[in-house]
């Protein structure tokens, strides 16, 4: 095989890896379905008061979890191509329970509950980092600096515990649902 037939041919291998990682990229999904679920807890916290929050995040989470995994896997069968999927559940799980432990643990007798508020943010957003490296892309790690920084804004504006959670919760919210809308019109992913 002469050299250049052996440039070109590793050159399309490349571009059909690429293609094939590219494919597999459907990270809008979950922003979207996530901030849908984020935004509605602002309601949620609105009409029954911030301790709903411990009912209904993890029915909520559960349920956008079930709902990312099916689209995931149903996604891959479309496709013909399967990515790995432990470090990613591993990931969801964890920031599921961080989250709830934080927002728990944040809220206990004695304390201001703003801990509660602000806690879940940076576990998410600590997840997002940890998605973002599995996704090899920089709009997630965006996102996770987004949300930290509001986190970090929002623990230092004086707001309370319930204020600082709605708050919170409609701009995080909006942020990953903005930010899977744009990827999902940005990339034209498939499925």
Same mark, same amino acid.
Not at 74 to 79: S, Y
């Given at each position: %095989?002469?050299?250049?037939?052996?440039?070109?041919?590793?050159?399309?291998?490349?571009?059909?890896?690429?293609?094939?990682?590219?494919?597999?990229?459907?990270?809008?999904?979950?922003?979207?379905?996530?901030?849908?679920?984020?935004?509605?807890?602002?309601?949620?916290?609105?009409?029954?008061?911030?301790?709903?929050?411990?009912?209904?995040?993890?029915? =909520?989470?559960?349920?956008? &979890?079930?709902?990312? &995994?099916?689209?995931?896997?149903?996604?891959?069968?479309?496709?013909?191509?399967?990515?790995?999927?432990?470090?990613? #559940?591993?990931?969801? #799980?964890?920031?599921?329970?961080?989250?709830?432990?934080? &927002?728990?643990?944040?809220?206990?007798?004695?304390?201001?509950?703003?801990?509660?508020?602000?806690?879940?943010? %940076?576990?998410?957003?600590?997840?997002?980092?940890?998605?973002?490296?599995?996704?090899?892309?920089?709009?997630?790690?965006?996102?996770?600096?987004?949300?930290?920084?509001? =986190?970090?804004? #929002?623990?230092?504006?004086?707001?309370?515990?319930?204020? =600082?959670?709605?708050?919170?919760?409609?701009?995080?919210?909006?942020?990953?649902?903005?930010?899977? %809308?744009?990827?999902?019109?940005?990339?034209?992913?498939?499925?």
């Amino acid at each position: %095989m002469d050299h250049h037939l052996a440039a070109e041919t590793l050159q399309r291998v490349g571009d059909v890896r690429r293609r094939a990682r590219s494919d597999l990229l459907a990270f809008w999904f979950p922003l979207v379905v996530f901030g849908c679920i984020t935004l509605v807890s602002a309601a949620v916290v609105g009409f029954f008061g911030g301790e709903a929050l411990a009912f209904y995040w993890p029915i =909520a989470g559960t349920a956008g &979890g079930v709902l990312t &995994g099916y689209y995931c896997s149903h996604r891959e069968r479309l496709l013909g191509l399967k990515g790995p999927a432990a470090a990613y #559940v591993a990931t969801a #799980v964890a920031i599921t329970i961080g989250a709830v432990l934080a &927002g728990g643990l944040g809220s206990q007798p004695g304390g201001s509950g703003l801990a509660g508020a602000v806690g879940p943010s %940076m576990v998410v957003a600590a997840g997002y980092l940890v998605f973002a490296r599995l996704e090899r892309s920089t709009t997630l790690a965006a996102l996770a600096a987004v949300i930290f920084a509001l =986190a970090v804004g #929002v623990a230092f504006s004086g707001l309370g515990a319930e204020p =600082a959670t709605v708050v919170l919760a409609l701009t995080t919210g909006a942020a990953s649902l903005l930010t899977g %809308m744009a990827h999902r019109l940005r990339t034209g992913a498939r499925g």
